[in-house]
């Protein structure tokens, strides 16, 4: 079946780096986009970035220029490096995967990500 697993998060200061990993298995990883995703404490989880299947990327406008999303096919791996963090990056992110193969472009509700990962702790302090 598939699965995602998160590694990688932890206690940093601002100005910090911490790099995420998500390993996945169960399905034909290449073919499908993925994305990472973060909550914090009280609020809706939110989209952090997106990597399509041919290496296209999109971030949300709070982590553009710090944060860096790619992929490893041949790993079956996704990667978020983190720099410049700050004390409002602290959430728990997961890496997440759509219902459908191929092509993601625009807007996606959350209900169409149909797997996540169990989530990995970020903490930035001031």
């Known amino acids: 079946q598939v699965q995602l697993v998160e590694s990688g998060g932890g206690s940093v200061q601002a100005g910090g780096s911490l790099r995420l990993s998500c390993a996945a298995s169960?399905?034909?990883?290449?073919?499908?986009?993925m994305d990472w995703f973060r909550q914090a404490p009280g609020k809706e989880r939110e989209g952090v970035a997106r990597i399509s299947t041919d290496g296209r990327t999109t971030y949300a406008a709070s982590v553009v220029g710090r944060f860096t999303i790619s992929r490893d096919n041949a790993k079956n791996t996704l990667a978020l490096q983190m720099n410049s963090l700050k004390p409002e990056d602290t959430a728990i992110y997961y890496c997440?995967?759509?219902?459908?193969?191929?092509?993601?472009?625009?807007?996606?509700?959350?209900?169409?990500?149909?797997?996540w990962g169990q989530g990995t702790q970020v903490t930035v302090s001031s």
């Open positions: 169960g399905y034909t990883y290449s073919i499908y986009c």
């Open positions: 997440a995967r759509i219902r459908w193969s191929g092509s993601c472009t625009g807007a996606i509700e959350k209900g169409d990500y149909l797997y």
